[in-house]
């Protein structure tokens, strides 16, 4: 059985400041995706991640992937209070079956 | 990409009835998906809806309860049946076009049951 694992859950930062957000899975896939989620909405998707050593940037946000591993990170730079959101990532085991990690709840504090 | 839509999106419902929630895409896919998200939590898989085939069900669901169907490529719905509090949720309807990696979420339907 496939365990996605994320850390950390709630993570609190300043406005500027940069941080990580962790991602663990437990067995290979070559796809991983990021999401965003507002409270009482939907889904927004970040990034896909593809194969080992993918990196994308949007904006603030940059994510990579390290098959090897089993890890994908989602860095944060200069984080601002829009950033405000719970993030998931998210691993592919067969064909657009996902198994989510449990959540990052991030809170941008000015 | 893909536009979904589901109804309703929020609705109320008392124990021991049933709920079927509707999602449209706005263009054909081969595979659609059913998420539960509960209170606080993160997204379960509930089951992969085939046109043409039975839905599959993962770990922990099952048909008598989550009944689903397929008419087309652009349409599913998910039922709740025989519902109870524990059931009170975030329902989300999922889809992956097949001219891409992106895999796209509808709104979602919150459903509480009391």
């Known amino acids: 059985e496939l365990k996605v694992e994320q850390n950390p859950l709630f993570l609190s930062m300043q406005e500027g400041k940069n941080y990580t957000i962790y991602c663990n899975y437990s067995?290979?896939?070559?796809?991983l995706y990021w999401y965003r989620q507002d409270p009482g909405k939907s889904l927004e998707s970040l990034f896909v991640?593809?194969?080992?050593?993918a990196v994308k940037q949007e904006g603030r946000l940059m994510a990579s992937l390290d098959t090897k591993a089993r890890l994908s990170t989602l860095h944060i730079t200069a984080a601002v209070h829009d950033l405000s959101a719970t993030y998931f990532c998210?691993?592919?085991?067969?064909?657009?079956?996902?198994?989510f990690g449990t959540g990052t709840r991030l809170t941008i504090i000015p | 990409s893909a536009v979904i839509s589901q109804k309703p999106s929020r609705d109320i419902c008392q124990r021991g009835t049933s709920l079927t929630i509707q999602c449209q895409v706005d263009?054909?896919?081969?595979?659609m998906f059913w998420y539960r998200q509960q209170p606080g939590q993160s997204l379960t898989l509930i089951a992969t809806?085939?046109?043409?085939?039975?839905?599959?069900?993962e770990s922990g669901f099952v048909i008598d309860k989550f009944p689903i169907s397929r008419p087309n490529l652009t349409f599913s719905t998910l039922t709740v049946s025989n519902m109870s509090p524990e059931d009170s949720s975030i329902y989300l309807c999922?889809?992956?076009?097949?001219?891409?990696?992106?895999?796209?979420f509808g709104p979602g339907t919150r459903l509480t049951v009391t």
């Open positions: 998210a691993v592919d085991w067969a064909l657009g079956k996902l198994t």
């Open positions: 809806a085939n046109q043409g085939s039975e839905a599959t069900y």
């Open positions: 263009s054909q896919v081969t595979m």
């Open positions: 991640l593809l194969s080992n050593g």
């Open positions: 999922s889809v992956r076009p097949s001219d891409t990696y992106e895999q796209y």
């Open positions: 067995t290979t896939s070559d796809r």
